[in-house]
Nanobody, 119 residues
Framework: QVQLVESGGGLVQPGGSLRLSCVAS????????MGWYRQFPGKQRELVARITTGDATNYPDSVKGRFTIPRDNAKNTVYLRMNSLKPEDTAVYYCNRVVSGSTPWYSSWGQGTQVTVSS
C-alpha cells in the first residue's frame, strides 16, 4: 500500500497561514485524485479539499475561499495552502487518494499533521 507522509502543521494565530505537504510513495501519483481530510477530536475525518488528475478542485463551504490544494506530480506531493485560519480549523490534517466524492481509497492513513489556531 502507498505510504503517505504529512507535514507542515503547527501553531498559528487566527488570520494566519500555513502550507501543509503530503508526500506519497509510488510511481502512479499523477494518476490519482487526491484530497486533504481533517479530524476534530472525537469526530470522523472530513474532506476539506480535493484535486483531480486534471487539476479540478473542490472545497466544502467551511473552507472555500480560504484553502487551496495545488499538486506537484513531479514531486509526488499535494499541498494544502490555508489562509485566514480560524480557531475552528484546529484539527489533525491527513491526505489520501480520493476515488469517488469524498471517499478515501487507502485504508491505512498517515500520521497526519496537527494544526492549531489559537491566540
Amino acid at each position: 500500500q502507498v505510504q503517505l507522509v504529512e507535514s507542515g502543521g503547527g501553531l498559528v494565530q487566527p488570520g494566519g497561514s500555513l502550507r501543509l505537504s503530503c508526500v506519497a510513495s509510488g510511481t502512479a501519483f499523477r494518476l490519482y485524485a487526491m484530497g486533504w481530510y481533517r479530524q476534530f477530536p472525537g469526530k470522523q475525518r472530513e474532506l476539506v479539499a480535493r484535486i483531480t488528475t486534471g487539476d479540478a478542485t473542490n472545497y466544502p463551504d467551511s473552507v472555500k475561499g480560504r484553502f487551496t490544494i495545488p499538486r506537484d506530480n513531479a514531486k509526488n506531493t499535494v499541498y494544502l495552502r490555508m489562509n485566514s485560519l480560524k480557531p475552528e480549523d484546529t484539527a489533525v490534517y491527513y491526505c489520501n487518494r480520493v476515488v469517488s466524492g469524498s471517499t478515501p481509497w487507502y485504508s491505512s492513513w498517515g500520521q497526519g499533521t496537527q494544526v492549531t489556531v489559537s491566540s
